[in-house]
């Protein structure tokens, strides 16, 4: 039994992060395209567009703006010229699909010869995908028009040839890495040549693909809120895809492929649901190609031929009992439009704190007028608090059990509000020693009140109070406190807590005097009772009681300091200004370029004196060997100073330590044996 | 009174000069090196009173490479003196020596300071 128990536990707990809404296309997504897709001088920018613009209109049905006028000439203009970028084609064709322009039928015979034979050379997948979509929209502009591909089966190898064995597609031959963006486009792309094949294909092939798409909702990813979704995980040259284009492109892929075969899709109802969970959870986008991309999943979605899936919403998750609401649900298909009869069974309510079921198995009465089913909560004995609700959405006709998708059972969490009574509360000052009553007052916590209490610190207060729910069971709100604060605006907050169905708190001063600091004087009592499911959540001033608390010994702790504003703390600090050094004040150039000069000329004094006192560079040695050395040394003492020179210019000091200790050795080796040569001859002469 | 004082001063200059000239002249290259080193230094030092020491080590640098070479020719003076008969084992070869050897020092450290 206990371990029965604790299964249901675990699925319990598994099914609650679950517990999520999602709501149809509605009108705030009327309001959002609206918003963002503008018409500028009567167009909407490019072809792509323009289409996007106009293709969410026509879903969400809104008819505000009329741009044939102004886009018709250029998309005629364009498919006169034929342009050579497949794509501006394929979204020239795709606009004029929506505004129906007046095209002459031998330009559309013109484009769609020159069409047929470019997707015979095609090879990449995007090449087949612009081609074959681009006939296809021929076909339903112009019935007329010769579209057919004589060679499909040929087409529908070369493209089957790029899938890989997970299901996913490569973009061309030479693409290192297949992604399931390419696989949503293959499929589209197949699905139109099993739709303009001239002769009926094999049925093999498409038995084929079938199976690849199995394969690759395997590699579906999921939500904790029970959405699917596709992610390429990977960066390829085509610019990376994030989840909603990529589910985009899938979910067109398999309901464009699934509607021009015979014979259904083995998919799961479930994994459409789960796909369309995605789309409308990501609300009302905020930008227009995600608006375009979730709206155009959705209308795939709407009449897919794989399973059709119902989308269960409520109005309002908040219903109070003072009010007497009803549990109202919406079982509607994602454009919001209304469901096959169905009805809608409460399979169980279970509070959120304790698990405990409090309804089961209840049916919803439907209203035949609008798709609402109700429930009325007020008899059923559901008391104030947080709930799960699962439902399970039961359709009526078996044939509809086919087509359509429900997704089993549908957490939702619901808040149930209501009045909360307060009672018995009173407040009371008791002596510590024997526990005797020294006052006591009767309290009315739904009014005002102003206490005017007295006590020293050998005495306690206690305060007492009773909260009831409507149906008169104890209620615990999230929030009890009871806050004391002194006139030097020292707070201390305590939490009330809750013995039985009483809310009970007694403060002993004499273990308080601490943590006060010793501060006598007069406290404001406050007392703050808060829940999100209660309708009368107060905070109140009680009135105030003085203290008496002995005298602080000299150890005592000060009370912190008080911010007298607490919004001080926000406020933006003081700017702060960087204070640089001014330059230094430097002198006229002339004048430091002129002691330059002057510099210099000491040394021309030095070279005319030298000249004057006749020096000669006659004991510069004569022989070979010894004037090289002497020559070497010289060179020496020049590239040690052209270092010094390099070392002010641009080098650091180690490369030039380095340098130098090469240069010296060099240096010290040439005037030794110099500086020998010439003290042997002078010692020579002299002995001469 | 005043012209015998100053043909005192002209005679003592006189006396100074033949005195001199009889200086070797190896002494009075060293003597003249000095001189133009002092005066290096002496005009670096007139320029900084006009313009006040701003780059204050530069000038430093520029003061202390005249000081210090004309310092260590001093000492090569010395040595190379044949009348200083403490250096008398010295060759005057060795003493130049010396005085390159302490220049490169000198001036590697003049060189790190001028910034």
Redesign the interface.
């Known amino acids: 039994m206990a371990r029965n128990l604790g299964f249901l536990f675990l699925i319990l707990s598994l099914t609650v992060c679950q517990a999520a809404i999602f709501e149809p296309v509605s009108d705030k997504h009327r309001s959002a395209a609206l918003h963002l897709f503008r018409p500028v001088d009567g167009t909407f920018g490019s072809f792509e567009e323009s289409y996007e613009a106009l293709r969410t209109f026509e879903i969400l049905g809104v008819k505000e703006f009329d741009i044939s006028k102004s886009t018709c000439p250029l998309v005629l203009k364009t498919l006169e010229a034929f342009p050579p970028s497949s794509k501006d084609l394929f979204d020239a064709l795709r606009v004029n699909h929506i505004l129906r322009c007046e095209v002459e039928a031998d330009i559309f015979e013109k484009i769609a010869s020159k069409l047929q034979t470019s997707i015979k050379e095609a090879s990449s997948l995007l090449d087949f995908y612009y081609g074959v979509q681009s006939l296809g929209l021929i076909k339903e502009q112009s019935p007329e028009t010769n579209v057919q591909l004589s060679d499909a089966s040929t087409s529908f190898h070369s493209i089957k040839s790029l899938s890989q064995s997970d299901g996913r597609w490569l973009f061309s031959f030479g693409s290192a890495e297949s992604s399931t963006y390419a696989a949503g486009l293959a499929l589209e792309t197949l699905a139109g040549v099993i739709s303009l094949a001239s002769s009926e294909l094999d049925q093999s092939m498409i038995g084929t693909v079938k199976s690849d798409i199995v394969k690759l909702f395997d590699s579906i990813e999921r939500y904790d809120d029970g959405s699917l979704y596709f992610d390429d995980k990977l960066l390829d040259t085509h610019g990376h895809h994030g989840p909603l284009s990529t589910t985009s492109a899938v979910v067109r892929g398999v309901t464009s492929f699934s509607a021009v075969i015979s014979g259904k899709l083995n998919l799961p109802g479930d994994k459409i649901l789960g796909l369309a969970r995605f789309f409308l959870g990501i609300g009302v986008p905020g930008n227009a190609k995600d608006l375009f991309t979730q709206i155009d999943s959705v209308a795939c979605l709407e009449d897919n031929k794989v399973s059709i899936p119902l989308i269960l919403s409520l109005p309002a998750t908040v219903l109070s009992l003072t009010k007497k609401d009803q549990l109202k649900v919406k079982v509607n298909t994602v454009l919001g439009s209304s469901a096959p009869p169905l009805t809608v069974k409460l399979v169980q309510a279970f509070s959120s704190d304790n698990k405990i079921p409090v309804l089961e198995n209840q049916e919803l009465n439907a209203d035949p007028e609008s798709s609402d089913h109700s429930l009325d909560i007020l008899s059923s004995n559901i008391d104030v608090g947080k709930y799960i609700f699962s439902f399970r959405v039961v359709l009526h006709d078996s044939e509809n059990k086919k087509n359509y998708a429900t997704g089993g059972q549908t957490q939702v969490p619901i808040f149930i509000t209501g009045f909360i009574n307060v009672d018995s509360s009173e407040i009371a000052i008791l002596d510590s020693d024997l526990g005797s009553i020294e006052t006591k007052q009767k309290l009315d916590l739904s009014g005002k009140t102003s206490l005017s209490l007295s006590a020293n610190h050998l005495q306690k207060l206690s305060l007492h109070f009773e909260l009831t729910t409507p149906h008169g069971n104890s209620f615990h709100p999230h929030q009890v406190f009871l806050k004391l604060s002194h006139e030097s605006k020292v707070e201390h907050v305590f939490v009330v807590g809750k013995s039985g169905k009483h809310f009970k708190i007694i403060l002993d001063f004499l273990g308080l005097v601490e943590k006060f600091y010793y501060l006598s004087g007069k406290y404001d009592l406050q007392l703050t009772v808060g829940d999100a499911a209660m309708e009368n959540s107060f905070l109140i001033v009680l009135g105030h009681v003085e203290l008496d608390l002995p005298q602080a010994p000299e150890k005592a702790p000060r009370p912190p300091p008080q911010l007298v504003d607490p919004s001080s703390i926000y406020r933006p600090k003081p700017e702060i200004t960087h204070i640089f050094r001014a330059t230094?004040?430097?002198?006229p150039q002339e004048?430091?370029l002129a002691?330059s000069c002057?510099?210099v000329?000491?040394?021309f004094?030095?070279l005319i004196?030298?000249l004057r006192?006749?020096?000669n560079l006659k004991n510069f040695p004569s022989s070979a060997l010894p004037a090289t050395f002497a020559l070497l040394f010289h060179c020496g003492?020049a590239a040690?100073?052209s270092l010094?020179?390099l070392?002010?210019l641009k080098l650091d000091?180690f490369t030039?330590l380095k340098a130098?200790g090469f240069l010296?050795i060099f240096?010290l080796f040439v005037?030794?044996r110099t500086?020998?040569h010439?003290?042997s001859t002078?010692t020579k002469l002299k002995s001469a | 009174m005043v012209k015998t004082t100053s043909k005192d001063a002209q005679d003592l200059f006189r006396a100074l000069r033949s005195a001199y000239a009889a200086t070797p002249?190896n002494l009075?290259?060293i003597d003249?090196?000095i001189?133009?080193?002092i005066?290096?230094a002496v005009?670096?030092v007139?320029?900084v009173g006009?313009?006040?020491s701003?780059p204050f080590n530069s000038f430093l640098s520029g003061v202390l490479s005249c000081v210090g070479t004309a310092v260590l020719a001093v000492c090569l003076r010395i040595q190379v003196n044949k009348e200083n008969k403490e250096f008398k084992d010295l060759?005057?070869?060795?003493a130049?020596?010396d005085f390159?050897l302490c220049n490169?020092v000198l001036?590697?450290v003049i060189?790190?300071f001028?910034g």
């Open positions: 230094e004040k430097r002198p004048l430091s002691f002057l510099t000329l000491p040394f004094a030095f004196g030298l006192l006749g020096v003492i040690v100073l010094y020179l070392f002010w000091l030039t130098l010296g240096l005037g030794h500086l020998s010439l003290a002078s | 002249t009075k290259i003249l090196y001189v133009f080193a005066m290096t005009i670096q007139v320029y006009i313009v006040g701003f060759p005057p070869e060795r130049f020596a390159v490169v001036h590697l060189m790190n001028i």
